[in-house]
């Protein structure tokens, strides 16, 4: 994944919106939409829940 998509998933992992992510990091709901489904794709899960038990899973693997 780019940096940009790891820092979406590191984020939408933790239960942020789009709409916060797209705030905090200054990029706009639709780039942050289109980095989703990139990480969707690269991580071949279906949702933010799915993703989001990834994400905590590696954390807690790590």
Request: glycine letters at 8%; one cysteine or more; hydrophobic letters at 35%.
């Given at each position: 994944m780019t940096e940009a998509e790891r820092t979406v998933a590191r984020l939408m992992g933790t239960g942020c919106s789009n709409k916060q992510i797209a705030a905090e990091l200054g990029v706009s709901t639709n780039t942050v939409g289109t980095h989703a489904r990139s990480i969707f794709a690269k991580l071949d899960v279906r949702s933010?829940?799915?993703?989001?038990?990834?994400y905590h899973d590696r954390i807690a693997g790590a």
């Amino acid at each position: 994944m780019t940096e940009a998509e790891r820092t979406v998933a590191r984020l939408m992992g933790t239960g942020c919106s789009n709409k916060q992510i797209a705030a905090e990091l200054g990029v706009s709901t639709n780039t942050v939409g289109t980095h989703a489904r990139s990480i969707f794709a690269k991580l071949d899960v279906r949702s933010r829940a799915q993703l989001s038990n990834k994400y905590h899973d590696r954390i807690a693997g790590a």
